[in-house]
């Protein structure tokens, strides 16, 4: 065993080891492999599973004012390449759920406008989510579980952007 991981076996207050490392990051994969389909399993209004690509983009845009964001911005946000949330967003707008409107000030930028059958369809999804949220989230954590939760999801999400 290196000294380093000596050293965090023997107590806390050392730093951790490229296993603690590596066993925490993992963790937080096997969670979110977890309980992501708990989430999204049967929330549609019709009692379906929702992928998660198209869930990420409606929510996003229901809770955004004016229910519009430009698709490149989207495509970052739900980390899915350019060509890949256009396929996402051309199901989307077959579906009726959102449509393209382009900039009036920028030709370059095409925003996903949210559309009233995409708003009813995530609200009735979004309630569900909620419900199951407060099952597999905030039961196990706690409320001040969930709080930290967001500010260490914040401040990976922060010190990794551009």
Same mark, same amino acid.
């Given at each position: ?9 023997? !107590?806390? !207050? ?14 937080? +994969? %096997? ?5 992501? &389909? ?8 019709? $009692? #379906? ?6 869930? %990420? =983009?409606?929510?996003?845009?229901? @809770?955004? &004012?004016? +229910? ?15 060509? !890949? ?5 051309? @199901?989307? %707008? ?6 393209? /409107? ?6 370059? =930028? ?7 059958? $995409?708003?009813?369809?995530? $609200? #009735?999804?979004?309630? #569900? +989510?909620?419900?199951?949220? @407060? /099952?597999?989230?905030?039961? &196990?954590?706690?409320? /001040? !579980? ?12 922060? +010190?990794?952007?551009?």
């Amino acid at each position: 065993m290196s000294t380093r991981q000596t050293d965090t076996a023997a !107590g806390a !207050g050392t730093a951790p080891s490229d296993d603690d490392l590596i066993t925490a990051w993992g963790l937080v +994969h %096997e969670a979110m492999n977890t309980v992501q &389909p708990r989430l999204l399993g049967g929330i549609t209004p019709d $009692g #379906k599973d929702m992928a998660g690509p198209w869930f %990420e =983009v409606l929510i996003r845009l229901q @809770r955004t &004012p004016g +229910h519009r964001l430009p698709m490149s911005c989207l495509a970052r946000e739900v980390s899915l390449s350019t060509g !890949g949330f256009t396929k996402l967003a051309d @199901r989307l %707008e077959r579906e009726g759920y959102l449509e393209r /409107e382009n900039c009036s000030s920028d030709r370059r =930028v095409v925003y996903a406008v949210l559309t009233d059958k $995409g708003l009813d369809f995530i $609200g #009735k999804a979004r309630g #569900k +989510h909620v419900e199951r949220l @407060r /099952e597999y989230v905030l039961a &196990p954590l706690g409320d /001040e !579980g969930v709080r930290r939760l967001a500010d260490i999801a914040r401040t990976l999400r922060d +010190h990794s952007c551009c």
